[in-house]
Nanobody, 124 residues
Framework: QVQLVESGGGLVQPGGSLRLSCAVS????????AAWFRQVSGKEREFVAG????????FYKDSVKGRFTISRDNAKDTVYLQMNSLKPEDTAVYYC?????????????????WGKGTLVTVSK
């Protein structure tokens, strides 16, 4: 069973930065796409950023372009989300997800495995 564990969330002031990490473990898993989603209570989970196995190209929600960067270290089976210039509207639980056919989708349903999430709060 593939397991994903997120870390790095917390409380940060507007304009600040955080880096989220997602550790992927379990049976040999390779050539997977990875993504970060977020969810606010009472709202649908939304795509934030994603990347294929190569990590060369990142795909982003429009509102985070230029502020967030997704990256990965495949040797460590870890995916990162660097978040800069944070805004109060970025407050949410952030989830890591992987997709075993190495395809990045903006929809929730194609993603095969999910972490339990890490809370990011942007507030003064």
């Amino acid at each position: 069973q593939v397991q994903l564990v997120e870390s790095g969330g917390g409380l940060v002031q507007p304009g600040g930065s955080l880096r989220l990490s997602c550790a992927v473990s379990g049976p040999t898993v390779t050539n997977y796409a990875a993504a970060w989603f977020r969810q606010v209570s009472g709202k649908e989970r939304e795509f934030v950023a994603g990347t294929r196995w190569s990590g060369v190209t990142g795909f982003y929600k429009d509102s985070v372009k230029g502020r967030f960067t997704i990256s990965r270290d495949n040797a460590k089976d870890t995916v990162y989300l660097q978040m800069n210039s944070l805004k109060p509207e970025d407050t949410a639980v952030y989830y890591c997800a992987v997709e075993l056919s190495n395809s990045v989708s903006y929809r929730v349903s194609p993603w095969d495995y999910w972490g339990k999430g890490t809370l990011v709060t942007v507030s003064k």
